[in-house]
């Protein structure tokens, strides 16, 4: 059993109004020293599988048909093992 | 300059009806091995303090106060220095 941790973030030419607005939201709270906010969505996603190599060749095929937008988005995961139960 | 890397997840008491159907949706492309997802929010937001612990104190507040909803989400962080420009 696998554990994947996958970020999903805007590239960096993708204008990202919310990350701005959060920015801003921060700034009317006073808090000042914010200079810069990126978001974007998480998951943890848990295989089945038996080695490293086919969580990461699954993790990609996820990630390419599922959930990045190949267009603005870009993924990084990392796998990591989960002992047994 | 710091740099906080933010994830906010649901409490695991809290059902998540949108990480059921991203893995229904992951099931039906033939991902048959994932047997978990969980899903959530990450923000990257950089700081101008002097000091870790201020950074920390300044995104335990944001958090609180912004970024997750202390009923039904929890977040962890971590803060990292970034090398003088």
Redo the contacts between chains.
Sequence with gaps: ?FLAQV?V?YKPSILDPQAEA?KN??HR?E?N?????????????????PTVQQAEK?ID??CD???ANPNMETYRYQVKELANQ
Excluded at 33 to 49: M, S
Aim: proline content about 0%; aromatic content about 10%; glycine content about 4%.
């Design positions: 059993m970020h973030t959060i939201a921060m709270l808090f020293q914010v200079t810069a906010v990126q978001q974007g969505k998480y998951f943890e996603i848990t295989l089945d599988v699954q095929a996820i048909q599922l959930l």
